[in-house]
């Protein structure tokens, strides 16, 4: 039997997700709406009203309910049963909160019709779906690698047009989704932890249904991927086959997503089943890496596109939002520039900072979790360097050139493994599930200075905080 409030959360969800529903069917992200939306062109068009209201009561009560049990649902079961329902309404409404999907299908169409989806933009190479792709990710390459750009081509394959491709890349998704529902629970044994817990925080967040299955985004089948190859390791650890075959299912993730390469390292450190030292880990560092390395060489030689995706990494950044915190720090310097009369160019500078600072943060990380990992007994490796690798992502979320709220569901499904305190992630997780409307306009976009200047002011009081968190640590000594 499960508690009156318990049953009251599955359903105050499921009555969310089918308002998210309704909300996509009467103004989502479909082929036909205009671009250059803003909330007040949605008001006034004929379901303006009636979609925004929608929308927002139904994030609000998805939202609400997922949060009410963060702690853990009543059993795993009851998790799973109660994710699925709130996915169902989400698995026939129109693509939501994102046009990425529209971008996925012209890229498979250019593989399949013969064109480098590395070389040229989906508008040059003459995808009769162009007009349905945002302007801004028409004339770039492809920044996935070469496993999606086949996977994007087998749904056009499959569908034939649009809505069938759409619907393709939409069972893609769940497929990806599929395989981390299934790897969660004994990843969760291994590391200790309770699997209601983990699959409710992983799998029932409003940002899984609304981007991950009725957006149908690649990440769904990264993180599948990514937690396959975990739990090979935690599984089998120092096995060479089993390191080999996790290495190829990591490597696979990466050729999805290359956010995925940073959590290779952590896999090696779990993959060690006795004594850390050099040997032992070059041995099972050998065998994973190994494993990614054959992946990305076969998948690159089948695909016949080699690693011209690694170029197409740089124009994910063509997108410049608050959300993403060194960005937000370089509007605001620009800003601070602009009232003396200068013109900094802060944004590209704060970026590539960040992006030297994240390699360092990862290495610190890296050395941190090694160190930990020596002071706990065997059956408590799996947690702790899982641990590590959810922070590794967490860092990649927060020190990117760009922000995008289901890029919050990486470190999400690897913090709901570690059994620590989740608050700190999983608030502005919530929050992130308002940052999109259903047609995919982004209210980031119309909020960019006060957005940078909040974004800047919390880093400030964060980095603040901690300074004086460590001081007051070291008079207690």
Known sequence: MTAPGVRFSRYAGLAGAVLLAVAGYLGGALPDAPFGATPASIWRAPHGPATLTCWLIGTVLLVGAWWSLREGAPSTRWAYVTAGLWALPLLVAPPLGSRD???YACQGWTYAHGVDPYAVG???AGCPWVDTVAPIWRDTPT???PVFVLLAALAVGLGGGLTGTIV???VIAVAGLLLAAFCLPPLARAAGVPARRAAWLALAGPLVGVHLVAGAHND???LGLLLGGLLVVVRRPGRPTALLLAGVLLGLAVTVKATAVVVVPFAVLAGVPGRYTVPALLRAGGWLVGGSLAALLVTSAVSGLGFGWVGGLAHSGDSEQWTSPPTAVGFVVDYAGALIGRDPQAVPVLRAVALVLLVAVLVVLWWR???????????ERPRVALHGAALALVAVVVLSPVFHPWYATWPLALLALTGTGTTWFTLPAAAAAFLALPDGT???RFTKAPGALAMTALLVALLLG???LRAARRQTR
């Open 122 to 124: 989906v508008a040059a």
């Open 442 to 444: 982004n209210l980031a």
């Open 466 to 468: 901690a300074r004086l």
């Open 369 to 379: 979790t090694l160190r930990d990992l020596f002071d706990v007994r065997p059956p």
């Open 143 to 145: 920044p996935y690698g």
């Open 168 to 170: 393709a890349l939409r």
């Open 101 to 103: 999907v529209y971008s």
């Open 220 to 222: 769904a089948v990264m």
